[in-house]
């Protein structure tokens, strides 16, 4: 009873036309250039599926420098003797379930207590009692077939959060891999494109290089620094081992910690972009509740050296490309995945596939980067301004007219209008327009720039504002004291706005009155 990645089918794809298929190993590299992506419905999957073919390539082709990845980008697919050969010298530690070496698994972990097989999936009820996705009970494992349970196998080992008591004769888990950020893929039109775009060069280290698969060590006492990315992609962050029942479904495993990522200095995944924090050190830029994706976008941009933000390597290295490889009128996509663990627990409270059209002028123009951060900044200072309006409505309504309300029973209030997230939940289909328009037609068009950021203020950002707080908080219109406190708070946001807008409407006016002329 076997299931070999490289000749069975479980990776998820679409081809040129849109069609889904599931592809194995093999075929999926082989026909990289004849599809068109790598999907599956979990974006964690998504990510890890990625990383695998990414682990394998680096294994084959390197590629160790600008010069090598520019050859195997003209070459317009992989070399099919290459991988071939690989795949068939190392065929037999693809096989899910090999008595002595089954893929990324530990043959023998001491560990006596069975988990379900659904402990690998985040979309499943966990024994933490988070449900998400489903309604299944912890305690009646989940059968999954052996294409389904590969996937989430291969993502458990990139994914799984540190916490929880582990068994005997193990120390306590930690984060995987990508626990702790959202990755950053570049999207490219085929598979081959997408799977070129995020393969970043790496210089030959010291030790060799090995993804989990062709490592002696076992991934409990093996090294705590990746060697490199084909080490790195493959982490067994995790000892598992899969228990197949006769039927050929698999509804329990056996779950123990596995290798600890416990660096000296910070390992920069290459497709994870980092906060530099003076305070907290270097934090990876992760998703949260408060933040929609685009309004990090300028931080996953930001190529050249930066004291706040450090770009993931694939974007640097589209930077480091220039405009022969990567022509200015280029676009791509640009997207992140992951999900959200804002508390101390591991629980994960939603997750996220995001889309962002990625021109490719963005890549090698720290100007247009600049000009579209203080974009974003600007939607910032204004979703403040209506933070604030909705305060000076509320702190009216419960003050007595001698004394301040307290400021518990005001944000409480201010929470229940909620008028800026409305305000940025309209703000989204603007940016991306903004991103796509913004570069202009020519490098360096900085009249074409500063006049779209003017027209995203002004046209955009003010408009929006003042419809979030009229449809929030100016509903409360029933009494004089309402009124009264609404006419405050809008005669606030109106100041504040123009504060905000009257350069820009400057702009707008002074390139009105040079068309007219």
């Known amino acids: 009873m076997s299931f070999n990645l490289i000749d069975e089918p479980f990776i998820p794809c679409l081809d040129m036309q849109g069609m889904p298929c599931e592809l194995s190993l093999r075929d999926t590299l082989l026909r990289a250039s004849d599809l068109r992506e790598l999907r599956d419905d979990s974006p964690l999957v998504t990510v890890a599926l990625h990383r695998l073919l990414l682990a394998i390539l680096h294994r084959n082709f390197g590629p160790v420098s600008?010069?090598?990845?520019?050859?195997?980008?003209?070459?317009?697919?992989?070399?099919?003797?290459?991988?071939?050969?690989?795949?068939?010298?190392?065929h037999e530690r693809f096989d899910l379930f090999h008595p002595e070496r089954p893929f990324f698994q530990v043959a023998e972990i001491n560990v006596t207590k069975r988990s379900p097989s659904q402990r690998m999936a985040i979309e499943c009820n966990r024994e933490n009692g988070a449900t998400l996705f489903d309604h299944s009970m912890y305690l009646f494992p989940i059968a999954m077939k052996s294409n389904e349970v590969a996937k989430y196998l291969i993502a458990e080992q990139?994914?799984?959060?540190?916490?929880?008591?582990?068994?005997?004769?193990?120390?306590?888990?930690?984060?995987?891999?990508?626990?702790?950020?959202?990755?950053?893929?570049?999207?490219?039109?085929?598979?081959?494109?997408t799977l070129m775009l995020n393969l970043v060069p790496q210089e030959p280290t010291k030790e060799a290089d090995l993804p989990a698969w062709e490592r002696v060590a076992s991934p409990c006492s093996d090294s705590s620094f990746p060697s490199g990315y084909s080490d790195y992609f493959t982490w067994q962050s995790r000892s598992i081992r899969l228990l197949r029942d006769?039927?050929?479904?698999?509804?329990?495993?056996?779950?123990?910690?596995?290798?600890?990522?416990?660096?000296?200095?910070?390992?920069?995944?290459?497709?994870?972009?980092?906060r530099l924090d003076p305070k907290l050190g270097v934090r990876a830029i992760s998703l949260t509740k408060r933040k929609d994706t685009w309004r990090n976008s300028a931080a996953l941009l930001q190529f050249a050296d930066n004291d706040q933000?450090?770009?993931?390597?694939?974007?640097?290295?589209?930077?480091?490309?220039?405009?022969?490889?990567?022509?200015?009128?280029?676009?791509?996509?640009?997207?992140?995945?992951?999900?959200?663990?804002?508390?101390?627990?591991?629980?994960?409270?939603?997750?996220?596939?995001?889309?962002?059209?990625?021109?490719?002028a963005f890549l090698n123009d720290r100007d247009l980067v600049e000009k579209l951060q203080n974009a974003i900044g600007h939607a910032d200072e204004v979703g403040r301004h209506v933070r604030m309006a909705a305060w000076k409505t509320a702190s009216t309504l419960l003050s007595n007219g001698q004394t301040s309300p307290d400021k518990a029973r005001v944000a409480a209030l201010v929470d229940s209008f909620s008028p800026d997230r409305l305000y940025w939940s309209r703000l989204e289909v603007p940016f991306r327009e903004l991103l796509v328009d913004l570069p202009g037609e020519s490098e360096?068009?900085?009249?074409?720039?500063?006049?779209?950021?003017?027209?995203?203020?002004?046209?955009?950002?003010?408009?929006?504002?003042?419809?979030?707080?009229?449809e929030t908080v100016g509903s409360l219109n029933q009494t004089g004291r309402e009124h009264h406190a609404v006419t405050l708070g809008r005669e606030q946001l109106e100041k504040d706005l123009s504060s905000v807008t009257k350069p820009h409407q400057?702009?707008?006016?002074e390139v009105a009155t040079v068309h007219r002329a």
């Open 506 to 509: 400057e702009k707008l006016n």
């Open 444 to 470: 360096g068009d900085t009249e074409h720039q500063e006049v779209a950021v003017a027209r995203w203020v002004c046209d955009t950002l003010k408009p929006q504002a003042r419809a979030a707080f009229d």
């Open 309 to 360: 933000f450090k770009a993931p390597d694939n974007i640097r290295t589209l930077a480091t490309l220039g405009s022969t490889a990567i022509p200015r009128g280029q676009r791509y996509q640009l997207l992140v995945l992951g999900f959200c663990n804002e508390t101390e627990n591991a629980k994960v409270e939603f997750w996220r596939r995001d889309r962002l059209p990625l021109p490719a």
């Open 158 to 193: 990139s994914y799984a959060l540190a916490g929880g008591n582990a068994p005997k004769g193990f120390e306590r888990a930690t984060n995987a891999p990508l626990a702790g950020g959202a990755a950053v893929l570049v999207q490219g039109e085929t598979l081959f494109a």
């Open 66 to 90: 600008l010069t090598k990845w520019k050859e195997l980008w003209s070459r317009g697919r992989f070399d099919d003797a290459v991988l071939t050969n690989y795949f068939e010298q190392w």
């Open 246 to 274: 006769n039927d050929g479904l698999v509804r329990e495993l056996l779950h123990a910690p596995g290798r600890t990522l416990d660096t000296p200095a910070p390992y920069f995944d290459p497709h994870v972009a980092y």
